[in-house]
């Protein structure tokens, strides 16, 4: 079946614009995840979701950034007056199982974002 | 909070030379580790896992053991090929699911 897609693949923006990055889950999977990955480190963590609701929120960086998934499927990270420091790859992943330590998340293959 | 040390790279090895990559991590509760690959040009997908002490994650014949003792999960593969020229990600998931990863080792075979 299909795999965890994302949209757009590339969004060059200026700076103090909004975007809107979307994640479109494996279909039937519980928990969607957003990381976010500077270039030449590994992910870190923003957010997830267990179903429509929002479960853990540490890893924004700030409160112009947030997240929703209001039917429980396909997920939207919107970020409000960019900013350079903003630019990274933007990377989704979704799980069967509801917030399980030990379920493989599975990944899209990621929004890059650069912020003029 | 969770944290996961893997060796510095670049690594370059010729055609069948055999492979170490270090990983070790601190994490709260029962942790299970992880070993995502990322090849040129694609995005993140799990090699292998371990979500137990003492278990033994393998794929592609790649293994890592999860050691509790020495909180170590080490990749290796005892001939590695062109094909597996990629960059490697150690990851832990701790109390909770979400992952938290190394810094990536970038791995270069030559023929």
């Known amino acids: 079946g299909a795999g965890v897609s994302q949209s757009p693949r590339y969004k060059v923006t200026k700076r103090g614009q909004d975007v809107a990055l979307r994640c479109d889950p494996i279909?039937?999977?519980?928990?969607l995840y957003w990381y976010r990955q500077a270039l030449g480190q590994g992910p870190e963590f923003l957010t997830y979701?267990?179903?429509?609701?929002?479960?853990?929120k540490s890893g924004l960086p700030n409160d112009r950034f947030s997240a929703e998934r209001p039917e429980g499927s396909i997920s939207t990270l919107t970020i409000q007056r960019t900013e350079q420091r903003d630019s990274a790859m933007y990377r989704c992943?979704?799980?069967?199982?509801?917030?399980?330590?030990?379920?493989?998340?599975?990944f899209g293959p990621g929004t890059r974002l650069t912020v003029l | 909070g969770d944290s996961v040390t893997q060796m510095e790279g670049p690594v370059t090895l010729s055609e069948e030379a055999f492979l170490t990559i270090n990983c070790t991590y601190t994490a709260t509760g029962y942790p299970s580790l992880f070993w995502y690959v990322q090849y040129p040009g694609e995005g993140l997908q799990l090699l292998l896992k371990?979500?137990?002490?003492?278990d033994k994650g393998s794929n592609k014949g790649f293994e890592a053991t999860y050691r509790k003792e020495t909180t170590s999960f080490h990749l290796e593969k005892g001939s590695v090929q062109v094909s597996d020229s990629a960059v490697y990600f150690c990851?832990?998931?701790?109390?909770?699911?979400?992952?938290?990863f190394g810094k990536g080792i970038t791995l270069s075979v030559r023929p």
């Open positions: 371990a979500t137990k002490a003492d």
């Open positions: 992943a979704s799980s069967l199982a509801a917030g399980s330590p030990t379920d493989t998340q599975y």
């Open positions: 979701f267990n179903y429509e609701a929002q479960q853990d």
């Open positions: 990851a832990v998931t701790g109390a909770n699911s979400k992952l938290t």
């Open positions: 279909s039937g999977h519980v928990s």
